[in-house]
């Protein structure tokens, strides 16, 4: 997807359901976001969840999925060893790529505050160049993200990172800014010239349309933590229902049916699968 002329959407998920619904909605590929993941947990985005925390919810994912999914791997918690340690559990758990940031451990979510300390350059390079000799699959992708747009390093310094990571090993980079337009990637993107596939994640700049992003030359872009923040609204509000009417009978307009539920989940296969294994044992037993 990645070498692809098309451009491919991510869209986010955070645990097994989010992961289905976003795949049934047709998206071809998904976001473990660490951010959403954490969130889910009840932690921030801060590295207070573990690594393995974080794989063991991607282990429902990609259980209940067909489509690749890109893990978050943050900073890959630590040095070079816990990074591959992080893309051998990934990779062995059916992901089909890690996304590893160059910002020092632990780190903190690149929409929160201005205090964004970068790894060295060599050092990550290191790291990616050790993830890559670690994969058992060279078709299993590792993206490089770069955070120096989000340390107000400006676009030379993300240039010069990129091409460092890319020469390491890395599949992809990933090139990421908060700002409330594109421009910044829109430089980045220009003077890469397509060395490697690029991808973004356009949360802040989100009025900066599709059609731009393929005129970039953008490989892949990540909705990357849609759906746990409409969850986050749909819960509170049918909390707040519920608890002000003192009945759940107000809330029932804005929820799944029970039915509904049991149909995405293919309650029926249970049953299925039991009476067909319950005849074939009958059939067994009269033979």
């Known amino acids: 997807m990645l070498d692809s002329p098309e451009m491919v959407f991510l869209m986010e998920a955070h645990d ?7 795949q049934s909605e047709g998206f071809d590929a998904l976001w473990a976001s660490g951010f959403s993941i954490s969130t889910s947990l009840g932690l921030r985005d ?7 925390q974080l794989l063991s919810v991607v282990e429902y994912m990609v259980a209940g999925t067909s489509v690749p999914i890109v893990v978050d791997g943050d900073t890959g918690y630590g040095n070079f060893n816990t990074a591959r340690r992080f893309l051998v559990s990934a990779e062995r758990q059916g ?10 451990f632990p780190k903190m979510n690149s929409f929160v505050g201005d205090s964004h300390r970068l790894a060295d350059i060599d050092e990550f390079a290191a790291k990616i160049a050790a993830c890559s000799e670690a994969r058992n699959d060279e078709d299993f992708c590792i993206i490089a993200r770069t955070e120096a747009l989000i340390a107000g390093r400006g676009v030379d310094e993300a240039l010069k990172r990129a091409e460092a990571y890319r020469k390491a090993g890395a599949t992809a980079i990933f090139v ?4 409330q337009v594109a421009d910044e990637i829109e430089q980045f993107a220009a003077a890469w010239a397509d060395r490697a596939p690029l991808v973004i994640a356009p949360t802040t700049y989100a009025s900066t349309s599709a ?15 849609h759906s746990m923040r409409a969850a986050v609204t749909a819960m509170r509000d049918v909390c707040r229902s519920i608890k002000a009417s003192e009945s759940v009978l107000s809330a029932e307009a804005k929820i799944a049916s029970l039915k509904e539920i049991f149909e995405f989940m293919d309650y029926a296969e249970i049953e299925e699968t039991e009476r067909r294994l319950l005849l074939r044992g009958t059939s067994a037993a009269d033979d």
């Open 211 to 225: 059609d731009t992003f393929r005129e970039l030359g953008i490989s892949a872009v990540i909705w990357a933590n």
């Open 95 to 104: 992901a089909a790529g890690v996304c590893f940031e160059d910002k020092v």
């Open 176 to 179: 990421h800014s908060r700002r």
């Open 46 to 52: 801060s590295d207070e969840a573990s690594w393995s």
């Open 16 to 22: 097994g359901l989010s992961a289905r619904i976003a």
